[in-house]
């Protein structure tokens, strides 16, 4: 395992932002790559859920093919939602995230480094089996490059606003219940334009103005998110 | 004199008090008026008929709704920034009338849309954010529900407040462009762009009269809060006292 956080409160000089960032992130990757469970429940959660769209709706495929978009969308959101908890938990638990707090480098840049880890494990897995799952749907092949690409823009989004909600929720009742409601109605603009790009491309219409406004939406929640994330860190921690 | 003294529970306690006699009155008078100059002497509407006076509750209601999620998340701002107890209070004291207009104008919606659009539900776009923002509402009570300290309830809340505040002008317009994506031009919009005086009075007036309503009940919610928190204090004790 990399360096221990806790050593940045010793009297040992503080490394460097990046590198303290950087340890950070490769040890969360580290810890998932040990509860490797942790990491595929959310996948294998997500080939569920739109595999059972075909059961509940009919093996129509001209149905199954307009739905696509919006059940990977809606499956994809989901599954995200299903592994936040994750993403402070088990620090919360055993005292880490504390450390973190003490540590003498910015909380945010901190946050922002479990969450790319957290997009790691979660929004880029998501990302590669989705062309999978979307030909089972009868998505046009011509769709598959936005479908990848809005997943790709859109999951760190995902992750990010996700932080917000697994910090206010540290250490409460019902958790994860919780979670879902305060995240599920932040995700919708980022649902409306990722399924409705993907729809767009599906029947050729060309789809660069909403992964651009994508895009626009990941700068904003790359900006304010993890200043909101660790507030609330600060918060549940008191 | 200073406006901070005000923030004093115990002075805010007495002062808002003598205050909400005068506002209940007030809201009765203006709502009275509203709704009798709305519900009987407006005219029908040429196109509508009687069935658009619903928009005398439904319109400002949907106005509230937005507008205590303001104060709401400004409320909760100053609360993380100064640490001023009362605006914590507020905060908390503006959810659940926030939540009651956003509801109330869901479902006069629904009650207009029949006779209008021929479905209780249109997945339209101000329909649709104003649902959403039911949730998020509701996420905002049940995170301050969850928390057992209050002072710790209310910062969380506060936080998510301004999460959601930040969210709410892109959900609108994403929803808004969503909706023209699915449906072109198909929903009949009824908001006129002019509205005759007869039509604009009673609608202004129960505006003005809802919000009165609003300070009214956040005063009185905010009253019982002080109680319930400050209930180990001395002055509320000796208050006990002097009414029993």
Known sequence: MPDNPARSISKAPAPSLLRAAGCVFWRDLAVAWRRSADVLTPLVFFAIVVSLFPLGVGPEPNMLRTMAPGVLWVAALLATMLSLRRMFSHDYADGSLELLVLAPHPLTVMVLAKVAAHWVLTGIPLMLISPVLAVQLYLPGEAMGTLLLSLLVGTPVLSLLGSVGAALTLGLRGGGVLVSLLVLPLYTPILIFGAGAVASSATGIEAGALLSLMGAMLALALTFAPIATAAAIRISLD | ?244
């Open chain 2, 1 to 244: 004199m200073k406006i901070t003294k005000y923030a004093s529970p115990v002075i805010f306690y007495g002062f808002s008090g003598k205050l909400i006699p005068w506002l209940g009155a007030l809201t009765a008078l203006l709502l009275g008026v509203g709704l009798y100059l709305g519900l009987f002497v407006a005219p029908a509407d040429y196109q509508q008929g009687e069935s658009y006076r619903i928009m005398f509750i439904h319109v400002p209601s949907a106005w509230m709704s937005m507008f205590i999620y303001v104060v709401m998340a400004v409320a909760g701002a100053i609360g993380l920034v100064w640490k001023t107890k009362l605006s914590e209070i507020l905060a908390s004291a503006c959810a659940p009338v926030g939540a009651s207009f956003t509801l109330i104008a869901l479902v006069t919606g629904a009650l207009w849309g029949k006779p209008m659009w021929g479905a209780y539900w249109v997945w339209d776009a101000r329909l649709t954010s104003e649902l959403i923002l039911l949730f998020l509402y509701i996420g905002f009570m049940a995170l301050e529900a969850s928390i057992d300290d209050p002072r710790r309830a209310a910062r969380a809340a506060a936080v998510l407040a301004l999460v959601g505040v930040v969210n709410i002008p892109i959900i609108h317009f994403s929803v808004e462009w969503w909706n023209t994506l699915h449906q072109p031009a198909s929903v009949t919009k009824v908001g006129a762009p002019s509205i005759h005086p007869s039509m604009l009075a009673p609608l202004l007036l129960m505006a003005i009269g809802f919000k009165v309503y609003f300070v009214t009940i956040v005063l009185m919610r905010m009253r019982s809060t002080i109680l319930l928190r400050e209930k180990h204090t001395r002055w509320v004790n000796e208050l006990l006292e002097t009414k029993s």
